[in-house]
């Protein structure tokens, strides 16, 4: 019996895709995420899981960030991106950052449950007009490797730099003292190869799915 995940914060969506799925795999256990932070913890929980359909605007994510995450932390979990950022580029990026499949929300149920199938059988599916589209360039990939080198916890930092919080504020979110969000940060300037947080910031935001919308962080200081 396979075992699904999905993330989406989206609970409409998420009823459209376990209906996709129960008519294709009547078997299958499912289980859901509304948000990263949630997200995160069920994977760790399900760690056999067989495929996780992410969505690419979870509530806590940034573009493509939570996916490089996840695989560099799970690299033997497939995961399938399903979004309604249907551009080519925007597949062609999911695709190299490994997602093994891109699904746009637009697909009709026969398309989802043929695309589930496919990528459960073992094989990559998206449409035709990704993998003609151009591939990420350098520096998004560079970045990526970057962010592939951080811990949980230091991503999470990331993520709240990148909100616009400082520490003081981070320490609240996650419960631990602002000595500690300070040497995060200085962990995660030194795996970025950035001088500040606003270049920490920047790089990550390489992986957003509009790069030159990213706003930097107020700065403080480490």
Avoid at 17 to 40: F, K, M, N, T
Avoid at 63 to 75: I, Y
Avoid at 160 to 187: D, P
Avoid at 194 to 210: E, H, K, S
């Amino acid at each position: 019996m396979p075992t699904l995940l999905i993330a989406d914060d989206h609970p409409l969506f998420r009823e459209a895709l376990r209906g996709a799925v129960a008519r294709v795999l009547p078997d299958a256990a499912l289980r859901e995420a509304d948000s990263v932070d949630a997200l995160y913890a069920l994977v760790e929980a399900e760690s056999d899981a067989d495929l996780l359909l992410l969505d690419l605007n979870m509530p806590g994510a940034q573009g493509f960030s939570a996916l490089v995450h996840l695989r560099a932390l799970h690299p033997q979990l497939p995961i399938v991106v399903v979004s309604a950022r249907e551009e080519p580029s925007t597949m062609r990026r999911a695709l190299d950052h490994g997602a093994v499949g891109f699904i746009p929300k637009s697909a009709d149920a026969a398309t989802l449950g043929e695309a589930i199938t496919t990528v459960l059988d073992g094989d990559r599916w998206a449409p035709p007009a990704a993998v003609a589209a151009p591939a990420a360039n350098a520096d998004e990939h560079e970045a990526a490797q970057r962010l592939r080198e951080l811990t949980p916890q230091q991503f999470r930092v990331l993520q709240m730099l990148g909100a616009g919080l400082l520490n003081k504020q981070i320490g609240y979110e996650l419960g631990v003292s602002e000595a500690t969000v300070k040497a995060h940060v200085t962990a995660i300037l030194r795996k970025l190869g950035a001088n500040n947080r606003t270049q920490a910031v920047l790089i990550a935001g390489r992986l957003a799915l509009d790069p030159g919308a990213i706003v930097p962080p107020p700065e403080e200081a480490e």
